[in-house]
């Protein structure tokens, strides 16, 4: 569907997307994840050809965004991260624009037009100026806006930033409906936001591709990081000698507190944590030493997001 | 092209804009009207243009300003360049936007010769050929305006750039009385203008090998007709001064001559300005 080859940006010396190549298939939501100024809002405005890259090959269903613009942006709908509306106009008549530019005439932009309107939610207020609109309800218009011509693919860059919680869960509701029929981009930098509604997920660090893959995949990739925390009566030679003896820990932490009390903190690679929270009670049972607190944490992908993109700051 | 026309043209009507400028337009040609038909009782329509396009200097920026300017401020220009729209088609559909809200008030215009005959005799050809010329001037320095527009996202940073533009080009005869009319003088001006369209081609590529061969090239070229023959370049600034105003050309249509290199030449500005236009805003997606 998409094909992204070799795509490098740079703004004078600044390098803000180096060499990113990616494929995208129909049909499915997208995450585009990274911390701000990773280059997600540049990758995107490259893609649908708002920006010209200063290297590398964009292609839309076969056809170069650059050498074939007009094919290639019928198939896309964007909404740029500041939806751009005309403040001063309804957004019936900027609906009606935007349409028209996208080579609809008639009865089949009238159709559209009421079919978006409904989809995201904007009749009730398609006759009052743009600038009187709520924030959300601006969004749903530039999202109305992305959607005419019914395009395949259809690109939003945060579509959530700057919503209150109830406005977040009606877009991210309309989004997952939206993926149903059209393949959705969308950038982020929210975690859970991803986690919630992409089925796959690219995270991006410093202009560099760091990871694609499903979210449950991810988390997999960050085995070790099922961790278990606990807080023990015990010195800190008796801790090591009582994990030493347990296989399938394989690193740990320990920090004495001045209460004479130990806070360890132990990795595994083992799926089943509870097993190994319960062979931790016993073994330190069996050296008559208390544990007072213990708990467990699974991998998320908030682990496996600062793991990578720390790691890419320390690379550099 | 035809859905950024309509879309511009909604905008002018509903916002003040068209009618702030042809009010302007109106008053200006009323009062030359006053002036030179009724209270001097003079026939000839095409001297109240003559003495109506001073009046370009402050409407023409007020109509083009905001044309892309605005579209940068608001980050619009991002929804046109996704849009399936080439850039020439978003050029020329403003253009012709602004054209058309310029001819409104010219056709309100266009009934007043026709007034002033009911009353005497009015030289009805050199009136219609003089507000023929005057659309093109006109037409030509909106050309200029859309390009000043497109260098900036703040409108008032663009009618302050147009404003003196075309202020200049009003004075450029009355200047080039006092300007060096020495073969160096003139050399030392081409210099200089070559120097500037450098800088603009650096500005619009963004490629310094390229401005700096260009501007070498022409150089070069300057001093080598200077060193074979400098007689040539004799006279040559205050001469070009005149024949780049686009002022001086319309007083050869009110003095009843129908010149129609003036015409091409208004023609020549505007593709020249538009394709500029085009270029900037080509340009913006390469930064």
Redesign the interface.
Known sequence: MITVEHLTKC?GDFTAVSDLSFEIEEGHVYGFLGPNGAGKSTTM?IM?????PTKGRIRINGHDIFEE???A??M?G?L?E?P??????TPA?YLR??G????LKGCELQRQIEEVSGQTKIEQVKDRLISALSKGYRQRVGIA?ALLGNPKVIILDEPTVGLDPIQIIEIRDMIKQLGENHTVILSSHILSEVQAICEKVLIISQGKLVAFDRPENLEKLLLASNGISFTAEASREEITKVLGGIDRITQWEIEMREDELAMISVKTESEDVKDICRELFFAFADEKKAILEMSSKKANLEDVFIELTEGGVSEE | M???L??EL??YF??LTAYIFSAFLLAFVGIGALIYNIQSAVANFEYVLGYVCLGFVVIIPILTMRVIAEERK??????L??????TSQIVTGKYFALLAVFLVPLCIVAVYPLIFAQFGEVYLLTSYGSLFAFFMMGAAMIAAGIFISSLTENQGFAAGIAIPVILLNYYSVTLAEYVSSTAFGSVAAILVIVLLLGFIIRYLTQNQNLANGISILLMLAVAGIFSVDSSQFEGLLPDMMKKLSLFEKFYTFVNGVFDLTAIIYYITVIIFFLFLSVQSLEKR???
Not at chain 2, 74 to 79: N, S, Y
Not at chain 2, 81 to 86: T, W
């Open positions: 703004y405005n649908t050809g708002c920006l010209s613009p007009e094919q942006k019928r896309m964007y740029p500041q751009p509306l005309y403040m001063n106009e008549e624009f935007v028209e530019a996208k080579g806006q | 035809i859905a950024v309509k879309h909604s905008g509903h916002s608001q980050k619009t220009d991002q929804l360049y996704s849009l399936p729209l080439r997606r390469y930064n």
